[in-house]
């Protein structure tokens, strides 16, 4: 069976070559662009000629269009700062061929500059893994800012034994800014829902403990305990900002 890549980039025209040559094993590379001004659209035109060019305010309905362009049955969605290494391609090739089976879940191993986290709890910053193969019916996105949810239907696959390499960020400032970023975006969900309670200190510390201790982010050292407080703070820092005119 055939299968098609779906990317969703905006300004990506830094990162995203090395996204675009890690997925020759896809039968059609379906690139969405999304109020992009820079130079993402030459280069991926390098790459394939099925590049869409758009607007959109939401996250879950720009990747439903693009799911929607996708011209096979089996779709492997990613990110432009996310690489596909050979043994997940082999991989890959080898899961689309159980046609008992809906959806796949892959795990990502988050990269700050050339340090791989493999412990600790990304929260706020990335995901640990995706529901990112599956067939074209069976997934739709919802509605949200940043990292919205979506629903499954179907039979779930097991899950991948290889990883996304996903590189976060290139240092530590690009991390902060990712965490300015997305408590941002996740403030304007909240003004949008009227969700705008309060965060008890309880839950900053249960994130933190949760980050740091419970996924052993302490095996990182300075870096870990960062991200813990970033991840700490994620509700908190949301909500003051949501209360900003």
């Known amino acids: 069976m055939n299968i098609s890549a779906l990317l969703i980039a905006r300004n990506e025209q830094d990162i995203i070559k090395n996204c675009l040559e890690s997925l020759g094993f896809a039968d059609e590379i379906i690139v969405i662009l999304d109020r992009s001004v820079d130079d993402t659209k030459l280069i991926c035109k390098k790459y394939t000629k099925k590049v869409f060019v758009g607007s959109w305010n939401c996250e879950g309905e720009r990747r439903n269009f693009g799911i929607k362009k996708c011209s096979y049955d089996w779709i492997f969605e990613i990110d432009a700062d996310e690489i596909v290494s050979k043994s997940l391609q082999n991989e890959i090739l080898k899961k689309k061929k159980l046609t008992n089976f809906d959806f796949f879940y892959i795990k990502l191993i988050n990269y700050v500059g050339d340090k791989p986290l493999k412990y600790g709890w990304m929260g706020c910053m990335a995901p640990d893994g995706k529901f990112c193969m599956f067939k074209k019916e069976s997934k739709k996105w ?6 919205p949810n979506y629903q499954l239907t179907g039979n779930k696959g097991p899950i991948f034994e290889n990883f996304i390499i996903h590189k976060m960020s290139n240092n530590i400032s690009d991390l902060v800014k990712r965490f300015n970023r997305n408590t941002t975006l996740h403030s304007k969900e909240l003004k ?18 949760k980050s740091f201790f419970k996924r052993k982010g302490y095996k990182h050292g300075k870096l870990g305990l960062l991200i813990g407080i970033l991840n700490a703070i994620y509700p908190l820092v949301s909500l003051i900002k949501s209360k900003e005119n």
């Open 142 to 147: 919802l509605k949200g800012l940043v990292h």
């Open 192 to 209: 949008l829902e009227d969700k705008r309670n309060h965060v008890s200190f309880r839950k900053v510390i249960s994130r933190f403990i």
